[in-house]
């Protein structure tokens, strides 16, 4: 099976995406087509078998992402930040395995371990309950820095939702996904590797990651939820980060969700709701 490998980077940190590379190009028993998207950067020097799209203007981290998977073939596309890396030479080779043996796969999140050791990242888990990292599940999000989709149910949803520029587009692809009859997977006991995440002080979150993380979330309740689950999706989110997050940005963010302009309406079947709900992740969390 083939995997359509594709790599983001802002070409700042040369030494982190040489090792992702180095653990694609060691991948065992599977092809790979590996198309490296520098964001707004010139590309630079990259392996053999590796190609580069350089992007003169910084879309957004799932426009860039689009780009990239317009360019790379297979069957499978295998989406890899650059900090993040494989953690065995048979991972894609496993993730295939479970591709090829259940046509109803639609997206697979590699489970997450920090490089080296040191604290874990609660978003690295996309269940509200944790539990065994490791312990395989069907989920209703995604944790965008390792993950495969199957290459027709990407084109049938239309890709990373580009106009959200970062933070939830892995929500929102999940939801499309799902609500196109597919599932979406967490392969906790196949793994990759993740810098352990800096600590952040309460209310030093940095203010465009606040900002785009309160408007995304207003734009995913209008744009996929009936307006009573939308306003609680919205309104839990506000509560459980509002204490640590720059709030003026934060702030802003839900105002300008409110006014639009926003995405076009999507909304989400009856049936979609109750599959993220059987799976544990109601849409109001």
């Known amino acids: 099976m083939t995997f359509g490998c594709v790599v983001l980077t802002t070409g700042s940190r040369p030494d982190v995406l040489a090792l992702a590379l180095d653990s694609l190009r060691s991948q065992r028993g599977v092809e790979l087509d590996v198309v490296v998207v520098f964001n707004g950067a010139e590309p630079l020097a990259l392996p053999p078998r590796t190609r580069a799209l350089g992007l003169a203007e910084d879309l957004g981290i799932p426009a860039a992402r689009n780009a990239g998977a317009d360019q790379a073939s297979g069957e499978l596309l295998f989406f890899l930040d650059d900090d993040a890396s494989l953690g065995g030479d048979d991972a894609l080779a496993r993730v295939a395995a479970r591709f090829d043996a259940d046509p109803s796969l639609g997206a697979l999140q590699l489970g997450v371990a920090p490089r080296g050791g040191g604290a874990y990242s609660r978003d690295w888990v996309p269940r509200l309950r944790v539990g065994d990292r490791t312990r395989p599940s069907d ?136 599959r993220m709900t059987r799976v544990g992740r109601p849409p109001v969390i």
């Open 139 to 274: 989920v209703a999000v995604l944790w965008e820095g390792a993950v495969a989709v199957r290459r027709s149910v990407f084109d049938l949803v239309g890709g990373w939702p580009g106009e959200f520029r970062f933070v939830h587009e892995g929500v929102d692809l999940a939801w499309r996904i799902l609500d196109a009859g597919f599932r979406v997977h967490y392969a906790g006991d196949i793994g990759a590797l993740h810098p352990p995440p800096a600590p952040v002080a309460a209310g030093e979150r940095h203010a465009y990651s606040s900002y785009y993380g309160a408007r995304n979330r207003v734009w995913l309740a209008r744009r996929h939820l009936p307006l009573p689950l939308g306003a609680l999706f919205v309104a839990t989110f506000a509560v459980r980060t509002l204490p640590r997050v720059n709030a003026r940005s934060a702030l802003r963010g839900y105002l300008d969700g409110v006014r639009g302009p926003y995405p076009a309406r999507r909304k989400l079947r009856a049936r979609t709701l109750w």
